[in-house]
C-alpha cells in the first residue's frame, strides 16, 4: 500500500510539473507570436512613441498656424503691408515645411487637413493683403486678419487641433 500511494504522489507530481512546463511554453509562444504580430503589422511601442510625437508637433504646428497667432507673434509696426505679408507667408511655409515628414506616422486625411490649414490660411493673408496698398502701414494687415477672424469665424486651426487630438485618442 505504501508503495501504491507513493506511486500515486510520483504520478500526480509528475502530471503537475509537465502541466506546469506546458504553462511556461505555451506562455513563451503566446509572447513570442506577439511579438511577431506586432513587428509585422507595425504595432509596437516605438511606432506609437513616433506617432505620438508626430501629433505633438502637428499640433504644435496648428497652433503655430492659427492667425491670431501668427499676428500676434509677428511684430508688424514699421513694415508696409507687402512686407508684413510676406513674412506672415514664410513663417506659415517654414512651420510646415518643419513638419512636412511628419506626414507618414499619420493618416492621409490627417495630412490633408494640415496641408488646408497651411493653404487656407495663406490664401486669407494673401487676399487680406490685397484690400490695402502695399506701402500702407504692416499693422494694418494685422488688424484686417484679426478682424477677419472674429467676424467670419475662420479659424480652420481648432477644427485641425480637434481632430488631431481625436486621432491621437485613438493611438492611446
Known amino acids: 500500500m505504501d508503495l501504491t500511494n507513493t506511486t500515486i504522489q510520483f504520478a500526480l507530481f509528475t502530471f503537475i510539473f509537465i502541466l506546469t512546463l506546458a504553462v511556461i511554453g505555451l506562455y513563451i509562444y503566446i509572447k513570442e507570436t506577439n511579438k511577431k504580430i506586432g513587428s509585422s503589422t507595425g504595432f509596437n511601442s516605438d511606432t506609437h512613441k513616433l506617432k505620438l510625437q508626430a501629433y505633438e508637433r502637428l499640433t504644435v504646428f496648428a497652433e503655430r ?7 500676434s507673434r ?12 510676406l513674412i506672415f507667408l514664410e513663417s506659415l511655409k517654414a512651420e510646415y515645411d518643419y513638419n512636412v515628414s511628419q506626414q507618414i506616422y499619420i493618416t492621409d486625411d490627417m495630412w490633408k487637413a494640415i496641408t488646408n490649414l497651411k ?7 494673401n487676399q487680406l ?44
Open 129 to 172: 493683403a490685397a484690400t490695402l496698398p502695399s506701402n500702407e502701414n504692416g499693422i494694418e494687415l494685422s488688424k484686417r486678419i484679426l478682424e477677419y477672424i472674429s467676424n467670419n469665424n475662420a479659424e480652420l486651426s481648432q477644427i485641425v487641433l480637434d481632430a488631431l487630438r481625436y486621432e491621437a485618442k485613438k493611438i492611446l
Open 74 to 85: 509677428t511684430p508688424t509696426n514699421g513694415l508696409t503691408v507687402l512686407d508684413a505679408q
Open 65 to 71: 498656424a492659427a492667425l491670431k497667432n501668427l499676428v
Open 119 to 125: 493653404d487656407q490660411n495663406t490664401y486669407i493673408v
